[in-house]
């Protein structure tokens, strides 16, 4: 009798663990479709400053460099202060950016960098709470980036790719910057300034 | 007391006709499978199959209780979640590039012990990896990374 007590309320917990959190999403979802909306050129309201900023961000919906690797800055610039919530909400707005992007024009082979970055980016902006795994993402986004701008140049942009050797187990990683000095936001605070110019574009 | 009780059990009856679909493929192993994309060594394979693909593939192991609900809702939302994440059936439909992304992250989550879910394991007891093991799909990962390199 015990037993089968616990069973059942076991059972009737997780399914109200389950509702909150399908609730949960939904509500997610019905942010992102706001969001969507709101960057379809009707720009009904403006609630917040990020909704604000992810609108001004991709107004236009051809494809656009400029757009994406100013998208990419300021995440990359989050985890160089180790500051993970900054880095996933700018995550968030870079991923509607790349989902804004028009492939119709693009090779086969930008679409597929298109499609990973946007992955990295939902994958940092989901891990609010893991700076490890958002970098982890980080270092292929900034891949992604880089081999996006080899296909397309920089827009106009001056960037450089920074290099730190340390980074993922001794096997380095590379990101992008837009000053010449070295901010590394692999290793955070400790060796901040760890890495060297590897390319100017 | 006594109606309380009655209920709980009424409600618990009554979710147990809400049965999702199952993730069971009955064919036979998909030309887009990871194993007919490389050749993976005996020890790879066996971890895959018995650690990862109970949620990241077409077709799972039901264990007895996942005919209860909530229980096989709870599962089945899992399972969705992982194939969207990583899906071993499709690798062969990825492109380069996720194939190359995915291999870094199964090194990552494996080495650092996110993956296989404790959630799992717990239930799976079978399903944890050694330390040997882990080392070995480490090991694969690296090697297959300089392959693809090539």
């Known amino acids: 009798m015990k037993n089968i007590l616990t069973v059942l309320l076991v059972g009737v917990l997780l399914y109200s663990c389950n509702k909150n959190s399908s609730s949960k999403k939904t ?23 990020s909704e604000k900023d992810i609108k001004k961000s991709t107004v236009s919906s051809v494809f656009s460099i400029k757009q994406i690797v100013e998208g990419y800055l300021p995440l990359k610039n989050a985890l160089t202060k180790d500051d993970s919530k900054t880095a996933s909400l700018e995550a968030k707005k870079l991923y509607s950016i790349l989902k804004k992007q028009d492939g119709s024009k693009l090779n086969s082979e930008v679409k597929d960098i298109l499609e990973s ?30 081999d ?43 060796m901040i300034n760890c890495g060297s110019i590897k390319k100017v574009f | 007391m006594k109606n309380i009780l009655l209920g709980f059990v009424l409600i618990f009856l009554l979710i147990q006709i809400i049965q999702p679909a199952r993730n069971i493929d009955y064919g ?25 693909y109970d949620c990241h593939s077409n077709s799972t192991h039901y264990p007895f ?74 090991r694969w990962v690296e090697q297959m990374q300089v392959e693809n390199e090539r």
């Open chain 1, 27 to 49: 509500a997610e979802t019905d942010l992102k479709t706001q969001e969507e909306q709101s960057v379809e050129a009707v720009p009904l309201k403006a609630e917040n400053d």
């Open chain 1, 117 to 146: 970055a946007a992955e990295n980016a939902e994958h940092i902006g989901e891990k609010s709470d893991d700076i490890a795994h958002q970098r982890e993402h980080l270092l292929s986004l900034s891949n992604d980036i880089a």
């Open chain 1, 148 to 190: 996006l701008i080899k296909e397309k140049g920089t827009d106009g942009l001056k960037l450089y790719q920074d290099f730190c050797p340390m980074y993922n187990n001794g096997k380095g990683g590379t990101w992008i910057s837009e000053s010449e000095e070295i901010i590394n936001p692999y290793e955070g605070q400790k």
């Open chain 2, 28 to 52: 036979q192993v998909p030309s887009t499978d990871i194993s007919k994309v490389y050749k993976l060594p005996e020890n790879v394979q066996s971890v895959l199959t018995n650690s990862c």
């Open chain 2, 65 to 138: 209780y996942s005919y209860i609900q909530p229980l096989s809702y709870y599962l089945e939302k899992h399972i969705k979640k992982g194939k969207e994440e990583l899906n071993f059936n499709e690798w062969g439909s990825y492109s380069r590039r996720k194939q190359a992304n995915k291999l870094e992250s199964i090194a990552h989550q494996i080495q650092q012990k996110k993956m296989p879910l404790t959630s799992y394991t717990y239930l799976h007891p079978e399903a944890k990896l050694s330390e040997k093991q882990i080392e070995e799909m480490v």
